[in-house]
């Protein structure tokens, strides 16, 4: 038989892939998931017995977790990466991750041929095939849901008609989970104007005191919670746990796809949303007056690089290497304190901190230079201006 590796997450769309390529098609499938967050073990093993049910002969589940975190997840947090200023890449950012360890798996079992779920209409063909073809293009790509143009509801009558029992109402939503943030897709985000209903996140608010939490960051990565040391992806998974009681980081993210067209989706990203803004104030304490101005501009490139499935682009290294070395006094903590919906960043504490008193307090004192020390830099500064208006003044 003819096999293929399947991008399987367990949702609808990979399970009419496997359905319909098992039986219709005449593949022996094999059904791989990439565990980049989110997923317990049962849920992980209720995923591959789902898989099985549906028509795979095999199921894989590959733990990329600590991959995902040192090769994309630790950059996003250096460049403080917000896509419009308000999508942390929660999914693009994963996808890059999945599709490498895919393609990869599909060459060591000699599959001939590649399937993944995604739709014409959405970013994620564009990021798995980039890379498919990039690494391991002899590897032929199966798109079942693009090629046939199938709306949710067809997908949803054809597994019935096969007797495949899933949560159908559950269905409805397109929910991708990851340790970056959860994404979330329906009817609404096809619209411009409706809101995604409370139920449609996967974390519902339960706590309602506020609560301070402490952040520790050692040359930019989140290195203990409340003092307590853990790796940073494990920190992240704690912080998240903590924070999506909270109801914390839900928002609709509105952008412009690769392919051309505006796309919405919600998420939720407690963690996520959480980490870049404690480490962007420790870095507004700790880097100077250019570092924060041009990796600005570099983590808007990056972020957009990565969106659009350029990861594996050269000029990714480059971006990472200045990341890397722009987080050398980035160390200290972070107090957050935690409400529903929402969250306070109260203050930091650094070795680093350029906030030294021993040159004056703003707006104060001044310790370090006189007031005619001030006056003549004043004077100097404005230069520039004078000149201006003076060669200009008549025009």
């Not at 219709?24 to 017995?49: C, L, Y």
């Not at 895919?102 to 993944?116: D, E, T």
């Not at 963690?271 to 983590?299: N, R």
């Not at 901190?353 to 004192?365: A, H, I, K, Q, T």
């Amino acid at each position: 038989m003819k096999k293929v590796v399947i991008a399987y997450s367990g949702g609808l769309d990979t399970s009419y892939c496997a359905k319909y390529l098992s039986e219709e098609e005449g593949f022996e499938v094999h059904a791989v998931s990439v565990n980049t967050g989110g997923f317990s073990e049962e849920e992980i093993k209720k995923i591959g017995d789902n898989a099985q049910k549906i028509g795979a002969s095999s199921y894989k589940n590959i733990d990329a977790i600590s991959s995902f975190y040192q090769k994309v997840v630790k950059y996003l947090i250096f460049g403080n990466v917000l896509k419009n200023d308000t999508y942390p890449l929660s999914v693009s950012a994963e996808r890059i991750i999945q599709a490498i360890e895919i393609v990869n798996y599909a060459k060591k079992v000699g599959a001939k041929y590649i399937a993944h779920g995604s739709t014409g209409a959405g970013n994620d063909q564009v990021r798995f095939d980039m890379i498919f073809q990039i690494i391991a293009p002899d590897i032929k790509i199966i798109t079942p849901i693009r090629d046939k143009q199938l709306s949710r509801q067809e997908e949803i009558e054809y597994l019935k008609s096969k007797g495949v029992e899933m949560n159908w109402e559950k269905a409805k939503y397109s929910v991708n989970k990851g340790l970056w943030g959860t994404s979330v897709g329906g009817a609404e985000t096809l619209t411009s104007e409706k809101a995604l209903p409370e139920e449609a996140y996967p974390s519902q608010l339960k706590d309602k005191e506020p609560k301070q939490v402490k952040l520790s960051f050692t040359k930019g990565e989140l290195t203990a919670i409340n003092g307590e040391e853990n790796s940073p992806e494990k920190n992240i998974e704690i912080l998240e746990g903590i924070a999506s009681k909270y109801a914390i980081g839900r928002d609709i993210h509105v952008g412009d796809t690769i392919i051309g067209i505006k796309g919405r989706v919600g998420f939720e990203a407690a963690a996520a949303l959480i980490t870049i803004k404690a480490h962007h104030l420790l870095e507004k304490h700790t880097l100077s007056k250019w570092q924060l101005q041009h990796k600005d501009y570099t983590s808007n490139w990056y972020g957009m690089h990565l969106h659009e499935g350029l990861y594996l682009d050269p000029v990714m290294r480059d971006f990472e290497a200045q990341f890397e070395s722009s987080q050398a006094k980035v160390t200290g903590d972070v107090f957050v304190t935690l409400h529903p919906y929402r969250f306070t960043l109260d203050g930091i504490k650094s070795p680093n901190d350029l906030m030294n008193s021993s040159f004056g307090n703003y707006g104060e004192e001044n310790k370090a230079w006189t007031a005619d020390d001030a006056k003549g830099f004043i004077k100097i500064l404005s230069n520039s201006g004078k000149i201006y208006q003076h060669v200009n003044q008549d025009s």
